[in-house]
């Protein structure tokens, strides 16, 4: 899933444990910035079923935490920034 939205004091631990209240989380990551490696306001988050997901995303949208109504929706597949060009 794609989480955004996020504080930029969220960190990976605070991410997961949000989500295991409605599940098994595989994994939960805040992706940073490269450089200073300050959050970035947005992560991912996956689930060991998608039931689970399903109901994490209906229960965590729009979610208050910290002052900023976060965002959850399914993650899309990456694509090469050579796709995204417009010719």
Do not use: C, H, P
Request: aromatic share 8%; net charge negative.
């Amino acid at each position: 899933m794609y989480v955004s939205n996020l504080s930029f004091n969220t960190r990976d631990e605070e991410l997961k444990e949000l989500f295991e209240a409605y599940g098994t989380v595989s994994s939960a990551k805040v992706i940073t910035d490269r450089t200073s490696g300050q959050s970035r306001g947005f992560g991912f988050v996956e689930m060991d079923s998608d039931a689970e997901a399903n109901e994490a995303m209906k229960g965590l949208d729009r979610k208050e935490v910290e002052g900023r109504a976060m965002s959850v929706s399914v993650a899309k597949e990456k694509t090469s920034r050579s796709e995204n060009k417009r010719w």
